[in-house]
């Protein structure tokens, strides 16, 4: 039977927190076939913290995982729109 991992980001998500959460990411990239994160407290995100959940999803695409970043406020959602990632993180 497969696992899966919740990950509940903070309000932040920025180059000052891409070392913390890229080890909160690896850990959570243990779970067996899916990854949760829930953006919903997230209220500023900037490339760095982008480019990361990026690398994260496609990381664990790679391992067959499914990650799904659901609850993201709709001025975040206008950013990954803008920053034409919106295939890669929807």
């Known amino acids: 039977m497969g696992s899966s991992a919740t990950i509940q980001l903070e309000t932040e998500l920025t180059i000052a927190q891409v070392g913390v959460w890229s080890a909160r990411l690896a850990d959570a990239g243990l779970a067996d076939n899916e990854v949760m994160i829930d953006a919903s407290q997230l209220e500023r995100v900037d ?14 695409a790679e391992k067959n995982m499914a990650v799904a970043l659901f609850n993201v406020p709709k001025t975040i959602q206008e950013l990954i ?5 919106s295939q890669e993180l929807g």
Do not use: D, I, M, P
């Open 47 to 60: 490339a760095a913290g982008l480019q990361l959940l990026w690398a994260f999803k496609r990381s664990c």
């Open 81 to 85: 729109r803008v920053s034409g990632l």
